[in-house]
């Protein structure tokens, strides 16, 4: 939109972590059974699934992954509106493993993604939004698979090297995603850079910036 001599003139601060979640956030943890060595890997997609966005193609992974022998519990929620007839659907193609929990408390919620091995963003066109629940995602400290294509949010993934990116229309891609995930966890090997990123999208830090922008501009 503006040209490129401008670009001086714009700040850029995005959305963070809220900090009145951190403190619940690790007692939630502090109370999450460790995964057993024989349970099955366990995925969290917190958020509903409507316009855009399908849990078809990670449907489709985890399905392909019970074919091949390995063990996969999803847990989704919020409210799934595509496809409107996906209850039926899981139950025709013999898929317990999907759990389709629907709209809980954000207490609830919270305490379903501590008690999850990998946590889900589903974000398969909005290439310059990274979205809040993402943030969040980063006070657990646990591995995230975004599902979606290059953009701000697989960024975010690659920059603080936290998760996998898995392309939306690539059910393949998504499902060795999950098995490389479930290595990983499996030998305790996760990596990722929390404390930088937690610390780059911390709100206070966040704050801090706006305020020396505001006092820049007004001096």
């Known amino acids: ?29 502090s109370v999450a059974p460790p995964r057993e060595e024989d349970a099955p890997l366990t995925l969290c997609h917190p958020g509903s699934i409507y316009w855009h966005r399908s849990l078809m193609p990670l449907i489709e992974a985890i399905r392909s992954l019970k074919q091949s022998g390995v063990r996969i519990q999803f847990n989704q929620i919020g409210l799934v509106d595509h496809p409107p007839d996906l209850a039926e659907r899981l139950i025709k193609w013999d898929l317990p493993e999907v759990c389709l929990r629907g709209r809980l408390s954000h207490e609830e919620t919270l305490k379903q993604m501590a008690e999850s091995d990998v946590l889900i963003v589903i974000q398969p066109m909005s290439t310059l939004q990274v979205p809040a ?52 966890t499996r030998n305790k090997s996760i990596r990722g850079d929390w404390d930088r990123a937690i610390h780059a999208f911390d709100s206070r830090n966040l704050t801090s910036q706006l305020v020396n922008v505001m006092t820049k501009v007004t001096n």
């Open 1 to 29: 939109t503006y040209p490129q001599k401008w670009q001086h003139k714009f700040v850029a601060i995005p959305n963070g972590v809220d900090d009145h979640i951190v403190k619940p956030v690790a007692e939630y943890l």
């Open 133 to 184: 629940k993402l943030y969040e995602m980063l006070v657990f400290r646990k591995p995230i698979l975004v599902i979606t294509k290059d953009g701000a949010t697989a960024d975010v993934i690659k920059e603080f090297d936290i998760g996998f990116i898995a392309d939306p229309m690539d059910p393949p891609k998504i499902a060795s995603a999950i098995r490389e995930l479930d290595l990983q």
